[in-house]
C-alpha cells in the first residue's frame, strides 16, 4: 500500500487534484474514512483537477450527486444509508461502466454490487493537528496499478 501525508485540507484538495490528471472514463475510486475524515475534502481536490466548477456536497442524503461540466462526469456516491439493502436497484453498474469517474463513499456496504478492479483510497488523521492526514492508496487490478504508478511517479 503506497501512503501520502497532508497537512491541512488544501494539501488533501492537492493531492486528488493531482490525481485527477490520470482519471479515465469508467474508472471506480473508493474513499474510505471515518466522519470527518476527509473524503468530501478529496472530492473537492478531484473536481477541480477535472476541471468541475460546481460546489460539491456531501451525496450523504441524495446518495448520488452528479456533476457533468467537467473533462469527464463525476458520480459522487455515498452508500453509508445503503447499509442495510445493498445498492441493487439504483443501477450503480451504469455509472460504474459511464463515461464518467465514480467515487463511493462508505463502500464497504455495498461490496457484492462493485466491480472487481477499482483504486482505493482511505483517509485518516495523522499527527496532533486535526487536519493532517495520512492517504493510503491501494490499487486492485492492472489499470489502477498502472494509474497509481503514473500519479507517485509525477508526485
Do not use: C
Not at 473508493?30 to 478529496?42: D, H, Q
Not at 446518495?63 to 447499509?83: A, K, Q
Amino acid at each position: 500500500m503506497n501512503q501520502l501525508y497532508a497537512n491541512n485540507e488544501s494539501e488533501t484538495k492537492q493531492v486528488a487534484q493531482e490525481l485527477a490528471k490520470f482519471l479515465e472514463p469508467g474508472d471506480l475510486i473508493l474513499l474510505e474514512g471515518g466522519l470527518g475524515a476527509g473524503k468530501t475534502t478529496f472530492t473537492k481536490g478531484l473536481a477541480i483537477g477535472l476541471g468541475i466548477k460546481k460546489v460539491i456536497k456531501s451525496p450523504t442524503y441524495t446518495i448520488i450527486r452528479e456533476y457533468l461540466d467537467g473533462r469527464l462526469p463525476l458520480y459522487h456516491m455515498d452508500v453509508y444509508r445503503l447499509e442495510e439493502t445493498g445498492g441493487r436497484d439504483l443501477g450503480l453498474e451504469e455509472y460504474f461502466e459511464g463515461e464518467g469517474v465514480s467515487i463511493v463513499e462508505w463502500a464497504k456496504f455495498i461490496p457484492e454490487d462493485l466491480p472487481t478492479d477499482y483504486l482505493q483510497i482511505k483517509l485518516q488523521p495523522a499527527g496532533q493537528d486535526l487536519m493532517e492526514r495520512e492517504i493510503l492508496f491501494h490499487a486492485v487490478g492492472e489499470h489502477y496499478n498502472q494509474l497509481l504508478n503514473l500519479f507517485l511517479e509525477e508526485r
